[in-house]
């Protein structure tokens, strides 16, 4: 039998919680409603790392965390784009280095690292958004393309924290940022790897964002992001319905670089897509599929053709 003691005490433990958890439900809800200056954290003079920094939202947000008074790093393997980067970041007086890394290497990970730590300094918010997909079905898609993919969108992630997270440890600061997808909660046809590699990058922040806790490196934070499709190019020949808009990629960038200054652990986009995920996880399977069709899930992969070139 239980003794009252110890019973006192997780009764204490359960009431303990429930006050945490409503202060804390209170507290998300301000977060929401009032204005965001009074959450921003100030990341003047700080380093933030960008993977895939030479387009898309990699580039927007280059510019935008450089306009927070942040020194901006930014990784791409393509040389050309990342320059690109470089100057735009260059022109509005922000300081910017950029580093041609192909992130499908591990050990050109590490050595470009050590050279940034050298030459620029340490990282204080890294920022994993390179991202590619192939758009084939299972069978048409290529052994050596879905191992890119995994590279790029999921086992890179591994190397770059590796690669910067100690540093951070020894400050218990810094900041993780791991660009994901509504594609790492729920699957889509015609994107089994680009999905499958997604929900890995949602699985590793998920664990690493615990371990952080339980290891009581509480000033590291970290933020996955999930939207769904932005009209970048890398998706270029989707087509949605009214029930699925396209998202413009500067959006997404601001409201990615926010959730990133409010330490926002989980960024949805739009923030709606918490009531699909939600509806996706109690309704039967076969209301899954009706409502797949009903906003075109099944078929908005049909037209895809991608990006052709490197912009
Ligand atoms: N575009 C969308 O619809 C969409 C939707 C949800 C999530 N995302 C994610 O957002 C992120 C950014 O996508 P984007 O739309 O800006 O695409 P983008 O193609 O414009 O940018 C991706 C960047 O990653 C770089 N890259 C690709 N392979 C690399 C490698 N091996 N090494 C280094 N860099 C590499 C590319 O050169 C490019 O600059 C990706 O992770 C993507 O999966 C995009």
Not at 79 to 97: I, K, S, W
Not at 236 to 252: A, Q, S, Y
Request: aromatic share 8%.
């Amino acid at each position: 039998m239980a003794d009252p003691a110890s019973i006192g005490l997780l009764i204490l433990q359960v009431l303990y919680t429930m006050v945490f958890s409503v202060y804390s439900i209170i507290e998300s809800i301000a977060r929401t409603i009032l204005p965001r200056d009074y959450f921003r954290k100030d990341i003047t003079g700080q380093i933030v790392l960008v993977t895939g920094g030479g387009s898309g939202i990699g580039r927007l947000m280059c510019l935008k965390f450089a306009g927070r008074g942040a020194k901006i790093v930014t990784w791409d393997v393509n040389a050309e784009g990342n320059a690109e980067t470089v100057r735009q970041v260059a022109d509005t007086g922000a300081f910017c280095r950029g580093y041609t890394v192909d992130l499908c290497n591990r050990k050109e990970i590490y050595a470009i690292a050590k050279r940034v730590k050298e030459e620029v300094g340490k990282v204080d918010i890294l920022v994993n958004n390179a991202g590619i997909v192939t758009g084939k079905k299972l069978l048409d898609c290529p052994d050596e393309s879905i191992i890119r993919t995994f590279d790029v969108n999921a086992l890179s992630h591994f190397w770059t924290v590796k690669a910067f997270l100690g540093d951070m440890m020894l400050s218990n600061k810094g900041h993780i940022v791991s660009i994901a997808s509504m594609a790492g909660w729920i699957g889509a046809n015609g994107l089994v790897d680009y999905c499958s590699s997604k929900f890995a990058a949602v699985g590793f922040n998920d664990a690493l964002h615990l371990e952080l806790k339980v290891d009581g490196a509480t000033g590291i934070k970290t933020t996955v992001v999930c939207p769904i499709y932005i009209s970048t190019g890398m998706f270029e020949g989707v087509v949605t319905n009214k029930l699925f808009p396209i998202l413009t990629p500067d959006w997404v960038a601001s409201e990615t670089v926010d959730a990133t200054l409010m330490d926002v652990p989980v960024l949805m986009l739009p923030k709606t897509m918490r009531i699909g995920l939600l509806l996706r996880l109690i309704l039967p399977d076969k209301v899954n599929y009706k409502l797949a069709q009903l906003t075109g899930v099944t078929t908005m992969m049909d037209g895809f053709v991608g990006r052709r070139k490197a912009e």
